[in-house]
């Protein structure tokens, strides 16, 4: 490989992994997301990783899938590979523990989509999303017509995805894709002090959590309800609740050992 598409680091219990494609707004192509999900699955089976935090530059998270190389592919190609992003559902659930996108400067197409399949997205100020792909001649082939839905709604998510349009960081915090809108001056560093203190928490219970919210989004009401509570069950079989709770009743900090 030419170029390193994508950087790793571990600080503290937190895994940061920067998109660094630069000079063409960090698009995505096949190879860099073959890099991203090692990386991913590097991070997931490193003990010392609690939390994982997926960003990109100050300019770009990702401004899409590499439309260079993706203007000349044909129907049997990408059929019979069943590429774009087949294997990313498969990912989606080898990854456990929690992901944020941190989000700064542009989030479109398959940007917008990669920052979706995260479980939480904080943006920076500069923040634009949209789904810009009917420009192309095409439409969101990674979860933009899906996940942009169940987050935003059927009107703005047709009003994104039929005109192309961006939208920036406040209107897509009110409308609900967006967790938390922080300043641009050191908002990377922001992110990873709220990762921190989520990795702070039992890793086990991080991802018991996880997995409940994701299930809201896959099933009913009532199953739903049942999975939360067999889990919040399950809880009680771990040393870190004993240890959240004694600790709570000792009025001490807990020492939570991932048991
Ligand atoms: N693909 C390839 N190159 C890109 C892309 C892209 N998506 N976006 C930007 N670039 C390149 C530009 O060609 C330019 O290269 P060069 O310097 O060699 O001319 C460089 O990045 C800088 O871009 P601009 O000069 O255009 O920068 P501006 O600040 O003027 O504009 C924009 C920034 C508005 C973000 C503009 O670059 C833009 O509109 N980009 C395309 C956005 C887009 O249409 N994205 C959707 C792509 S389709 C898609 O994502 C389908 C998803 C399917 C799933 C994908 C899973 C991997």
């Known amino acids: 490989m030419s170029e390193e ?15 660094n494609r630069p ?28 939390v ?8 770009a998270f990702a401004a899409g899938a590499d439309i260079s190389a993706m203007k000349d592919w044909d129907y049997m190609d990408v059929y019979k590979s069943n ?17 944020i996108a941190a989000v700064s400067g542009y989030a479109l197409g398959g940007g917008c ?3 979706m399949m995260c ?16 420009k192309l001649g095409t439409i969101p082939g990674l979860g933009g017509t899906q996940r942009l839905t169940r987050a ?7 009003d994104l995805v039929l005109t192309g349009r961006m939208m920036d960081a406040k209107e897509a915090e009110s409308a609900g894709l967006v967790a938390r809108v922080l300043p641009v001056d050191n908002f990377l560093d922001e992110v990873i002090e709220i990762a921190q203190g989520m990795a702070g928490m039992s890793q086990t219970t991080l991802m ?10 896959e099933t009913t009401l009532e199953q739903g309800l049942l999975f939360e509570r067999r889990v919040f069950h399950a809880t009680f079989a771990t040393k870190d609740q004993k240890e959240g709770m004694d600790a709570f009743v000792g009025k001490r900090a807990p020492a939570f050992n991932n048991m």
């Open 119 to 134: 479980d939480t997205i904080y943006a920076a100020e500069s923040a634009r999303f949209g789904q810009p792909e009917i």
């Open 113 to 115: 989509e990669l920052a």
């Open 152 to 158: 935003v709604g059927k009107a703005k998510a047709m």
């Open 5 to 19: 598409f994508v950087l790793s680091r571990i600080e503290g219990a937190v895994g940061v992994i920067t998109i």
């Open 52 to 59: 994982i935090v997926l960003t990109g530059s100050d300019k």
């Open 208 to 217: 018991m959590a996880k997995e409940c919210v994701n299930v809201a989004l």
């Open 83 to 99: 590429y774009i992003g087949g294997d990313w559902e498969t990912m989606k659930n080898v990854i456990r523990k929690p992901v």
């Open 23 to 50: 000079k063409v707004l960090n698009a995505l192509s096949n190879e860099l997301m073959h890099v991203l999900s090692q990386a991913l699955l590097a991070m997931q089976a490193d003990s010392n990783v609690n």
